[in-house]
């Protein structure tokens, strides 16, 4: 199982981005999908979350700017990044809890991260 996020670049403070990652491979289903955040020095953290049944669930820091969405087909989740921040300049990670096999538990895969830089 392969997770190939893109999407990241350079904006100005108050622009847009809109990530992705599409995951390849041999799988039985995705569960949960979501996207995670680290800035220099800091600890990786939540940004947001969406379950194969769409709920979603935000971090407070972009709740009202971010927006995560996944097409089930394309085996792809997005981020549509508004309003930018120089605060959300981190790389970012997509992560999928995947189910290999049939009666096998799911198992954590994380993307390459994507770079995202918000000029003030």
């Known amino acids: 199982v392969q997770l190939q996020a893109s999407g990241g670049g350079l904006v100005q403070a108050g622009g847009s981005l809109r990530l992705s990652c599409a995951a390849s491979g041999s799988f039985v289903s995705i569960n949960d999908m979501g996207w995670f955040r680290q800035a220099p020095g800091k600890q990786r953290e939540l940004v947001a979350t969406?379950?194969?049944?769409?709920?979603?669930n935000y971090a407070a820091s972009v709740k009202g700017r971010f927006t995560i969405s996944r097409d089930n087909a394309k085996r792809t989740v997005y981020l549509q990044m508004n309003s930018l921040k120089p605060e959300d300049t981190a790389v970012y990670y997509c992560?999928?809890?995947?189910?290999?096999?049939?009666?096998?538990?799911?198992?954590?895969?994380w993307g390459q991260g994507t770079q995202v830089t918000v000029s003030s």
């Open positions: 992560n999928a809890e995947v189910q290999v096999r049939l009666w096998s538990p799911t198992d954590d895969y």
């Open positions: 969406i379950t194969s049944g769409a709920t979603t």
